[in-house]
């Protein structure tokens, strides 16, 4: 194991702290690493393995499409990307989808149909966005550019030119931003990496009333929130409001790297077009065979339906965690979107560590949540399992 980490020390650069566990395989909801030591998975690779490892017909799938083709580059067609398209088109209520390797680039994608819908209506090249404080979007200069975060930012300037930043859930510092420059506003419908913000109904209502009012754009980020995890197919359901562009990708592909930006009709209609944008790898065979896959699952076993019956049984537990450690201040979430404040003097990254040894995987969110994101297809006795091993976790923490 060790012998493992030294060579990844030596050659990979290094932008992670990473934690010391060389991880070998999965199997449903639990991974082992190679000393054989197997956890319970709350991370779910950061809320990408909705369905767990090995769900019986995703692998299948993925070797059958590897037996006939990976990739083709986008000059052609193929029924795996017809198929991908029209599912999540579908599924989204949107009108058209990009395919892109990441979040990122569907942030990157999102940002140039936004200023491009903008150039066609008047010309001009002075366009603003509107991002949130506290959110995240990604690392490209793009992407970082609208991600609210002087951290990640400072080192990396001059960014992208055009972003103001409003606060998250405050609609009057959104409204005082918009001007006739406003092409577009984003914003996460649950802020993830943040510290597990949902959007209030007035904040997300009141952004989508402004944007019809004035013709700008509303850029939904579903990245994390989005495929089930909330108890919808998309967390801006439960808003009844829905976005002008979509952004999607960790849960989208289950493990196979794809995301994508959706438009609906109006923004499809007046915004890229050939020699705007493009991508080598994007909605490839391979990638989009995945994602048509786990469509197919998420309909044919109703998984969004079991989030939702499962998610209160989740936030019951949870709730009696925060009742019973006194370092344990409040959770917030939707359903299998959680984040438990963790403070009285303790870090989450304290009960992280200890979590790993009593074989249970769960993850931060900005500086003081824990963050848990398990499998979609999580069953109640995982939960009990997470409950019991959390509880464990936090008095090992006390003793220390
Ligand atoms: C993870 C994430 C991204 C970036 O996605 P990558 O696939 O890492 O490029 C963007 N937005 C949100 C909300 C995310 O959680």
Redesign the pocket.
Known sequence: MNSYMDQAEQYVLHTYNRFPIVIESGDGVYLKDTDGKEYLDFASG??VYALGYHYPGFDEALKEQIDKVMHISNLFYSAPLADAAEKVVKASKMSKVFFTN??????EGAIKAARKYAYLKDGRTDHEIIAMQH??????VG?LSVTGNAHYQEAFRPLMGGVKFAEYNDLQSVLEQVNEHTCAIIL?TV???GGIYPATEEFLKGIRKVCDEKDILLIL?????GMGRTGEMFACEAYDVQPDIM?V??ALGCGV?V?AFLLNEKTAKASLVPGDHGTTYGGNPFATAAVSCVLDIFEKDQIVEHVREIAPYFEQKLDALVAEHDCLTARRGRGLMQGIVVGNGVTPGQIILEAQKEGLLVISAGSDVLRLVPPLVIEEKHIDEMAEKLSRAIAGVRKN
């Open positions: 950061i809320a990441s979040g990122t680039e569907a942030i959110s995240f979007h990604g690392r490209s992407a996460e802020q993830g990496e980020d579903e990245i994390q929130c952004t990708a960790k790297p995301g």
